[in-house]
């Protein structure tokens, strides 16, 4: 469904990231993952529209994605959410998904708001200001579920669990796989957690300093010992 | 559309109250038509601050290209007035579409860029004097005419024509507002990135914004040129018409739909009737300390400080539901 190949994306001298080759299969679950500043964030903003890549092809469904701006990207099928949740500051939390659902699938459907909001658990709070009273659980939630409105065939969760705590990561995580299914979305997930990746993910790929050093099941990827390099430094190889 | 009682009411005595007692004395007239005229403008630009997040310096572009649109569709062409004054409308949108590569500019770039294409326009006239007349301008552009033997070049004629074009604008404003362009265009606010990434053509909304404002801008252009029968480059382009727009619209409330209208007409009356008398140069003076301490007191200008007011008199927290309707509604 996405495919990238050999996308590499450049700021002034920086490479962010390196001739990155990548895809994610309809209804597949890939994890994202390597350390701080390893090009995750970019490669999801290379995806979506928000930078453009120096080189290289995003193709969604065959089609080449270069010239297709921001919009164009949700309407065709991706969804994405930020690391930093990003509300809508003064909508409340069902305007926030009316907007999403109107102009992400160009009509309202007022029965899916309510399956998406039942779902995220975010019912009791749909007529709450989206930015002032929302605690962060529930941000995060919001986030899943804009980009849910949108009825997204890919769905690019940018640590959608950072900052959670056990409880509230492990119902978080039961929300996702029960998305997954219910909702028949292919994802693409940043994560840092390997336990959460193996749990969730079919296949993980691997970035460090701009470059895809892995990209296998989870078994395979967290036995390599380069990998676990990278991860969490050399003394731990 | 929703309009509540007291609404109904203030309408009804604007068409009816209004011209009955004041309508012979033309000086008070005059000056509401001109309060009118500055509020018609502040209106319409509010509404691209207000939804379209942008500031302009560049509104007496529109202001302007209506009022030489009309006039020389009256004039050259013989057009009737009225329809040439919503065409002045449509120029002035013909003009903002030369403005659409600065749409992607911020804040204080698009206020300065808009502010250099309302000099070109004004080049424009004043160089293209084979169709403008040049500096010289042109005279005796034909008034508002009769309607069903109801002369609208009258003062109180006037006064009802743009009347009814600024309920006009209101019931356009609060149906853009009320629609899920006005939801997205509020969502665009303080997180743009996050409106494109659900679909949100941001571009798109931004631009219309631009083109709805420009039009009302350019109809109350082209009712001025109707209304005083002349037009000149420095006169159609002068800065005044967005400055005291401005002044007005921050004054009422930018954010809130009738607050610039309720703006304009107070800053202009009072100064006019009563700090002009009472310091004949320099009294826009004390309009500069009125807005600054409107600012400091009340940054959401007067029609929110009115509601705050009514609210406490009318009972504290007791309908705060009804209060949110009516905030939402105008």
């Not at chain 1, 990238?4 to 001298?13: A, M, Y």
């Not at chain 1, 907007?99 to 779902?119: P, S, Y």
């Not at chain 2, 300065?112 to 160089?127: D, R």
Request: aromatic share 8%; glycine share 10%; charged share 15%.
């Amino acid at each position: 469904m996405l495919r990238l190949e050999d996308v590499s994306v450049r700021f002034g001298g920086l490479t962010a990231v390196n001739t990155v080759s990548l895809s994610v299969g309809t209804h597949e679950v890939v994890g994202l993952v390597g350390p701080n500043g390893a090009g995750k964030t970019t490669l999801f903003n290379a995806v979506s529209g928000l930078v453009k890549p120096s080189s290289g092809r995003i193709l969604f469904d065959s089609v080449d994605m270069l010239r297709a701006p921001l919009h164009k990207r949700a309407r065709m099928g991706i969804g994405r959410t930020f690391q930093i949740p990003q509300p809508m500051h003064e909508l409340t939390v069902r305007e926030n998904l009316v907007v999403a659902q109107r102009f992400g699938t160009g009509a309202v459907d007022k029965d899916r708001i309510d399956e998406v909001l039942e779902f995220t658990n975010l019912a009791a709070k749909a007529h709450r200001n989206a930015a002032t009273e929302l605690a962060l659980t529930e941000l995060k939630a919001l986030e899943v579920a804009k980009a849910l409105a949108t009825q997204p065939k890919l769905l690019m969760l940018d640590e959608v669990l950072a900052g959670l705590e056990t409880n509230g990561k492990r119902r978080f995580m039961a929300m996702l796989k029960a998305l997954h299914e219910k909702f028949a979305v292919g994802i693409l997930i940043i994560e840092h957690d390997i336990e959460t990746i193996s749990n969730l993910c079919h296949r993980v790929a691997v970035l460090n300093f701009g470059e895809l050093i892995a990209d296998g099941t989870p078994d395979e990827v967290f036995r390599d010992p380069e990998v676990m390099k990278s991860y969490t430094g050399a003394s731990h190889a | 559309m929703y309009v509540s009682k007291t609404g109904f009411a203030v309408i009804a005595a604007a068409y009816v109250a209004v011209p009955l007692l004041l309508g012979s004395n033309s000086y008070v007239m005059s000056l509401i038509v001109a309060a009118m005229i500055i509020g018609g403008i502040a209106l319409a630009w509010a509404l691209l601050g207000n939804l379209g997040g942008m500031v302009s310096f560049g509104h007496s572009a529109f202001f302007g290209v209506g009022a030489y649109v009309s006039a020389l569709l009256t004039m050259k062409a013989g057009l009737p007035v009225l329809a040439a004054m919503l065409l002045g409308g449509v120029g002035a949108v013909v003009a903002s579409l030369a403005m659409l590569p600065v749409l992607r500019l911020k804040g204080p770039y698009f206020a300065l860029a808009i502010l250099a294409y309302a000099h070109i326009f004004k080049i424009l006239a004043t160089e293209w004097s084979s169709v403008t007349g040049g500096s010289g301008g042109l005279a005796s552009v034909p008034r508002l005419p009769e309607l069903a033997g109801f002369d609208l070049s009258s003062k109180t004629g006037s006064y009802l024509v743009i009347l009814t074009l600024l309920l006009a604008f209101i019931a356009i404003y609060r149906a853009i507002r009320s629609s899920h362009y006005g939801l997205a265009l509020r969502a665009m606010h303080d997180s743009e990135d996050a409106t494109r990434v659900v679909g949100v053509n941001s571009t798109l909304l931004k631009a219309l914004m631009l083109f709805v404002s420009a039009f009302m801008t350019g109809v109350v252009g082209a009712f001025n040129v109707h209304y005083i029968n002349f037009l000149e480059p420095d006169y159609a382009f002068s800065g005044l018409w967005v400055t005291l727009p401005i002044v007005a619209a921050i004054f009422g409330g930018y954010r809130t739909i009738l607050g610039p209208l309720v703006g304009a007409v107070t800053v202009y009356l009072v100064d006019q009737l009563i700090f002009k008398n009472l310091i004949p140069s320099g009294h826009q003076l004390v309009l500069g300390a009125l807005l600054v301490g409107m600012i400091i007191f009340s940054p959401g200008g007067l029609v929110p400080l009115l509601r705050k007011a009514l609210g406490k008199i009318s009972g504290a927290g007791k309908d705060n539901v009804a209060q949110r309707a009516r905030e939402e509604s105008c």
